[in-house]
């Protein structure tokens, strides 16, 4: 992150909203954007953007990723997403590593990719662990390591991430980056598809077909468990990208 230099904070102070100003008008904006004014939203994002509004940065980027009010500009939407990213914003450092990793308003750089994603996902953020999960796995910016994408999915589907849990399962199911088990390959697979994932749904019942009468009954009390813990805490709308 740049910092400016002590010379330029008094013009710097000048440009920034006061805060219940900038919470009124950021509101006007959301508003807008939620009628279907995207005009008018589009111009209140950018005023505040400029100031230096993280929210308005990412509500900018998203706008310009989306096309919406506008010709679609993955450029500029990486541009404000990385204005949001360097004040902290979570969100704007997923999508912006996203952004890297396709290539889209970027020149496509896998290791920036994981390098954001890194950040948060030392943090314990589910959907950064499973994006740098799968870096891994496809040993994209980084060195192929099954062991590390197996840690991070671990982590990520603890939290309900159903990707996360679906490549697990799949992971014990092949045996790669932890042992073999059919019974976690079942209960991880089994808690993605109570998610709705279909993948995982078929790939379960292949994995119950490996194991015995007593296999099944501790593959079927294992998914319960994980039903319980790292399924039903976290259901919810995933947040899909951008937003």
Known sequence: MK??????????LALLCVAPLCQADFETATKAANEGDFETAFAEFSRLAEAGDVRAQQALAWMYYDGQGRQRDYAKAAYWYRKAAEQGNVT????LAQM???GQGVTQDFAEAARWW????????????AALGGLYYLGQGVEKDYVEAARLWTAAAKQGHVDAQLNLGLMYGKGQGVAQDDIQAYAWLTAA??????VADMSREYALTQLDEVGRSKAEALAKRYIEDYVMPFIKDTPSPHK
């Open 92 to 95: 704007a450092k997923i999508n």
């Open 118 to 129: 890194r950040k948060l996902a030392e943090q314990g953020d589910a959907r950064s662990q």
């Open 193 to 198: 598809a109570r998610q709705g994932n279909e």
């Open 3 to 12: 910092f400016l230099p002590s010379l330029r904070l008094v013009s710097l």
């Open 100 to 102: 890297y990793a396709y």
